[in-house]
């Protein structure tokens, strides 16, 4: 199952960075109704899916690094 992460929303199109480092462009109306940028998506070859707990994992190491750039 592939995973893409929301970089940005321009427009109709999600901007989406694959677990393979590539930017792949993603029609809203192909998407979930309700994404926002840092979102993790998974796609089985049909659909494309909110992976919530994937999401939540990366945000929360996400603000871990900022916590420590702040500190020091």
């Known amino acids: 199952m ?3 992460s929301i970089d940005r929303i ?6 989406c960075l694959s677990d393979d480092g590539k930017i ?5 109306n192909e998407l979930p109704k309700k994404i ?3 979102d993790i998506l998974t796609f089985d ?3 494309y899916r ?3 707990s994937e999401t939540a994992k990366r945000r ?3 603000r871990r690094v900022l916590e420590r750039l702040k500190r020091k």
């Open 2 to 4: 592939k995973k893409y």
């Open 10 to 15: 321009e427009g109709e199109i999600a901007l």
């Open 24 to 28: 792949k462009e993603l029609a809203l």
């Open 36 to 38: 926002s940028e840092g």
């Open 45 to 47: 070859g049909k659909e």
């Open 50 to 52: 909110i992976d919530l």
């Open 60 to 62: 929360e190491e996400t």
